[in-house]
C-alpha cells in the first residue's frame, strides 16, 4: 500500500514507519519543516494547510501526530499543546480527505487516540462501546476522535486507536522506570491499586498492521494486551525480570511535584480490554505482562 504517516518522528511514528517499510509498503512521512527527500512532504496542520494532491496519492492514512502526554511537566501552555497538536492534525487530515473526489480518497484513515477517553475506571473493566470518562485527557480525546468525522462522513473508514501503553525500553512508560528499578529505589506510585492497559511494543504495530488490512473493522478499537494488571502487579513484576528489589512507594504527593498536572493521569486507574481486536482473532504474540516485559527488556 502507499500509506502517508503523520506523527513518523515519534516514539510510536518512528517505530511504524520501519515496520510498514521492511513489510514493503511506500511510506510517506508528513513534516513541518522543509522536506529531505522524495519520501517526505510538508504540512502546516496548525494553519490546516495540506495538499489534497499528497493524500489523493495515498491508499491510507495513519495519524499518530501529538505531543508526548508525558514529555515535559504540565502547565496551561503544554496542556494547550496537547490538546491542539491532536485536534488541528485531525482536523487537518479528516477534511482535505473529505474534500477530495470519491474515487482519490484513501481506503482508511487509522487516526491514534489512547485509553484516557476513559477516564477513570476504578476496578470497573471496560471495551469500546463505554462512554467518554471525565478528566483533562478524556476531554481531549472526545474532541480528538470528533476531528475524525468529516472522513467518516464521507465514507471512509476510519479506525480511532485507543492505544494504551507500549511497552519499549527506549521510550513510553518503561524508560524512565529503568534506572531507579536498576538502583533499587523503585516501587509502586501511589496506592499501586490502579489499572494499567499495557501492550507489548510488538502487539502495537502487528494490531495496527491488521486493521489496516481488516476493512470490516471501524470505528474506536481498544490496542491493549488482554490482561491488565495493577500498577502494584506490573511494578512487582519488572522488579522480578530486573533482579532487583522494589519496595520504595512513589507517594501521590511526590509525583505532583514532579510531574505537576500529568501526576493525576498518572495514577489514574483505567482498566480497559480490548473487546474490538478479541472479536476480530487478533492474535497476540505476547498476550501476558510477563512475556511482554520479558520482550521489551530483551528486544535490540
Known amino acids: 500500500m502507499r500509506i502517508l504517516l503523520a506523527g513518523a518522528s515519534g516514539f510510536l511514528g518512528t517505530r511504524l514507519a520501519d515496520r510498514l517499510a521492511a513489510d514493503g509498503h511506500q511510506i510517506t512521512r508528513l513534516v513541518r519543516r522543509s522536506p529531505r527527500d522524495s519520501q517526505e512532504r510538508r504540512w502546516d496542520p496548525a494553519a490546516g494547510q495540506l495538499d489534497p494532491a499528497v493524500v489523493a496519492e495515498a491508499d491510507a492514512v495513519v495519524n499518530l501526530a501529538g505531543a508526548g502526554v508525558g514529555d515535559k511537566r504540565w502547565n496551561d501552555d503544554y496542556r494547550r499543546l496537547i490538546r491542539t497538536s491532536r485536534v488541528d492534525s485531525t482536523t487537518t487530515l479528516a477534511t482535505t480527505i473529505a474534500g477530495l473526489p470519491a474515487a482519490d480518497r484513501p481506503r482508511v484513515l487509522l487516526n491514534s487516540s489512547a485509553v484516557g477517553w476513559y477516564g ?12 467518554a470518562g471525565e478528566g483533562f485527557l478524556a476531554d481531549v480525546c472526545r474532541v480528538w476522535e470528533a476531528a475524525t468525522r468529516p472522513a467518516e ?3 471512509v473508514r476510519v479506525v480511532r486507536l485507543r492505544t494504551g501503553l507500549p511497552l519499549d525500553r527506549d521510550g513510553g512508560l518503561l524508560k524512565p522506570q529503568l534506572l531507579p528499578f536498576k538502583l533499587g529505589i523503585a516501587g509502586r506510585l501511589g ?3 490502579q489499572w494499567l492497559p499495557w501492550i507489548s511494543m510488538a502487539d502495537w504495530l502487528n494490531a495496527t498492521r491488521f486493521l489496516l488490512d481488516h476493512d470490516e473493522v471501524a470505528g474506536p478499537v481498544n490496542v491493549v494486551g488482554p490482561n491488565p494488571v495493577t500498577n502494584v502487579e506490573f511494578t512487582r ?8 528489589p522494589a519496595i520504595i512507594p512513589i507517594p501521590a504527593l511526590a509525583l505532583k511535584v514532579v510531574l505537576g498536572g500529568f501526576a493525576h493521569e498518572a495514577l489514574t486507574s483505567t482498566r480497559v480490554l480490548p473487546g474490538v481486536l478479541a472479536r476480530a482473532a487478533y492474535p497476540y504474540q505476547h498476550p501476558t505482562l510477563p512475556a511482554a516485559l520479558k520482550a521489551a527488556l530483551t528486544t535490540p
Open 120 to 131: 477513570n475506571t476504578g476496578d470497573r473493566a471496560v471495551e469500546e462501546d463505554a462512554p
Open 237 to 244: 513484576e519488572l522488579a522480578r525480570q530486573l533482579h532487583r
Open 153 to 155: 462522513d464521507a465514507g
Open 191 to 193: 496506592s499501586g491499586r
